[in-house]
């Protein structure tokens, strides 16, 4: 063999080698919630609870499943309990003990509708977060998206549900409900543009905010929302929603 072709032989061996390694590495398993841990053979999943309203029958389970198959528990800041260090040969198994739906945590869908407590327990509420949040979550949580997105519903301008750095968000007034778009807290932080001062009541926002997430369905971008806002300019974006 020439000095050239086994030269050629080598690279084509390290190019192998480095594939077959990438294919045996572990990675996320989107359809069973399981995101890989730091330890790369380990997966973490986090339960559906919607607005972080649960109650103890539901964590007692949690914690029982956590004892069995020894794992840690930690909260979110999607407001989820997240079991953390099962095997992957006991996901299922897992999954089928907590009697529970996954939460959308890892993806490109809707992932998390943060809420706060609103007028239903906090002092300081103005309307109803937990009403509007949670049919929110019943109409979109997990729903598949070109990118990531994120909600927010906040029960007064104190923003607890950090409305304002949501792909969408929406925080109560006196008056109603403001509708912010574009927001992100990730490697590139944006604050949500207004996209409506003032919706009078749960319907508009909800019907408001189905246009939004069926323009950025159709918008045939992979991008997150606020990054087509940014682009378009907060007037042209609400042309496009409002007409
Ligand atoms: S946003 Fe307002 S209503 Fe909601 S928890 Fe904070 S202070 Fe209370």
Not at 212 to 237: A, C, D, H, P, Q
Request: one cysteine or more; hydrophobic letters at 40%; aromatic letters at 4%.
């Amino acid at each position: 063999m020439s000095l050239m072709s086994l030269k050629s032989f080598m690279s084509l061996i390290k190019v192998l080698c480095a594939q077959s390694m990438e294919e045996s590495m572990k990675k996320d398993i989107v359809t069973k919630g399981a995101i890989l841990q730091r330890d790369r053979e380990t997966y973490a999943i986090a339960p559906h609870i919607p607005g972080g309203l649960t109650d103890t029958a539901t964590l007692r389970k949690i914690c029982d499943v956590a004892d069995k198959y020894g794992l840690e528990v930690k909260l979110t800041s999607a407001q989820r309990i997240m079991l953390i260090g099962i095997k992957e040969e006991e996901l299922d198994t897992v999954w089928t003990e907590l009697a529970q739906k996954p939460g959308a945590a890892i993806g490109l869908c809707v992932r998390s509708i943060k809420i706060c407590p609103g007028t239903t327990y906090c002092k300081r509420g103005v309307q109803d977060s937990i009403s509007l949040g949670l049919k929110l979550d019943a109409r979109y949580h997990a729903m598949e998206l070109p990118n990531k997105m994120k909600m927010g519903v906040s029960g007064c301008m104190v923003s607890c549900a950090e409305s304002g750095v949501k792909d969408i968000g929406v925080v109560a007034t006196a008056k109603g409900w403001r509708i912010l778009v574009g927001g992100n807290a990730g490697a590139r932080p944006r604050l949500a543009d207004t996209l409506v001062d003032v919706a009078a009541d749960e319907d508009q926002v909800l019907a408001i905010i189905d246009k939004i997430v069926t323009w950025y369905r159709n918008s045939g971008r992979e991008v997150r929302l606020g990054r087509l806002v940014e682009e378009m300019g907060i007037e042209k974006f609400r042309q496009e929603i409002l007409g």
